[in-house]
């Protein structure tokens, strides 16, 4: 296995076994989104699918805080005279935070922690799981300060809240708790600050000792599966079963079939068979 990490100005990359840590790293400026850390973040993303000692990414931030939103500072008022680099910060600003991860290879997490405002809602929304701590701060604050929940801000809160909270959060801008955040389901659970990492990783670890072919396309799958009709469904999901039995270089099915059905030493429904 390779230690060899990416460098990066605004983005940090740390290892945790086959687990990746993709921190924003602005923590003096509570990570505050600019236009050099959504490029950054490009590449970490573009790095960590290709890397292959990576099987889960966890995407958080440094010094406390998961993200403090847009810079105000460079992202809207530095890029106000130049087009041309406003036009890049907004393509990589999507692309990163909706392209790239929401149909990323391999499992994804959200791990929140402190202040997450406004356009840090995005990359929550778009891992496959988010965990956040039970005193973390959720605020869709663009209404307190005259903008709307802009580039996909709005759309993607639709995705993972119902509409009520949706429109609550949004036009009162309160703010509310990781706490608050898992009963309503917008984070899968939230855990007291000290036990935030351990939980993660837990959940890392157990996503690690799944097939890799059977998680990605399983998720690809659930994702897909959410803006077609049954009939849709049903003809992509033939589909993508057959691609899976085929694209599987651990040929996981067929193993896991005959260590059930003939060597009878797994079952399936009480975990994931032994790979390797
Ligand atoms: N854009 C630009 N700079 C930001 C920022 C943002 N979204 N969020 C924080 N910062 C900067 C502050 O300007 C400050 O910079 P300075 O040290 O050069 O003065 C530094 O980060 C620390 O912020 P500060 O406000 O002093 O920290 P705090 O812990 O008291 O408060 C927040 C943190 C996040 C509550 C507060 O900074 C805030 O409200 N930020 C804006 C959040 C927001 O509405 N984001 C949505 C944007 S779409």
């Not at 530095?78 to 600003?93: F, I, K, M, S, V």
């Not at 996503?207 to 009709?229: D, I, Q």
Request: proline content about 4%.
């Amino acid at each position: 296995m390779s230690d060899d990490v990416i460098q990066l100005e605004n983005v940090k990359i740390e290892r945790d076994g086959r687990t990746t840590f993709v921190i924003l790293n602005r923590p003096e400026k509570r990570n505050a989104m600019s236009p050099q850390l959504h490029m950054d973040m490009c590449e970490a993303l573009d790095w960590a699918e290709e890397d292959e000692q990576t099987q889960v990414v966890v995407i958080t931030g440094a010094g406390g805080n998961f993200c403090a939103g847009q810079d105000l500072k460079l992202y809207f008022r530095g890029t106000e005279g130049d087009p041309r680099l406003r036009a890049r910060a907004r393509r990589a600003a999507h692309s990163w935070r909706w392209d790239k991860l929401s149909r990323f290879p391999k499992a994804t997490i959200a791990m929140v922690h402190g202040y997450c405002f406004g356009g840090g809602f995005t990359p929550v929304i778009a891992c496959d799981f988010a965990i956040a701590a039970e005193d973390a701060t959720f605020g869709l604050s663009e209404v307190n300060w005259g903008i709307i929940p802009g580039g996909l801000v709005a759309w993607a809160v639709t995705q993972a809240m119902n509409y009520r909270d949706a429109i609550y959060y949004s036009v009162t801008g309160d703010k509310f708790s990781g706490k608050e955040a898992a009963a309503m389901k917008f984070v899968n659970k939230s855990v007291p600050v000290a036990d935030l990492r351990a939980a993660t990783m837990e959940l890392a670890r157990k996503l690690e000792a799944k097939s890799p072919a059977a998680v990605r396309y399983t998720k690809e799958a659930v994702r897909s599966v959410r803006g077609m009709s049954q009939d849709q469904a049903m003809d992509y999901l033939n589909c993508k079963s057959d691609a899976l039995k085929h694209m599987d270089p651990e040929g996981g099915r067929e193993k896991a079939m005959k260590m059930f059905l003939d060597d009878k030493v797994f079952k399936p429904g009480l975990g994931e068979f032994k790979r390797g």
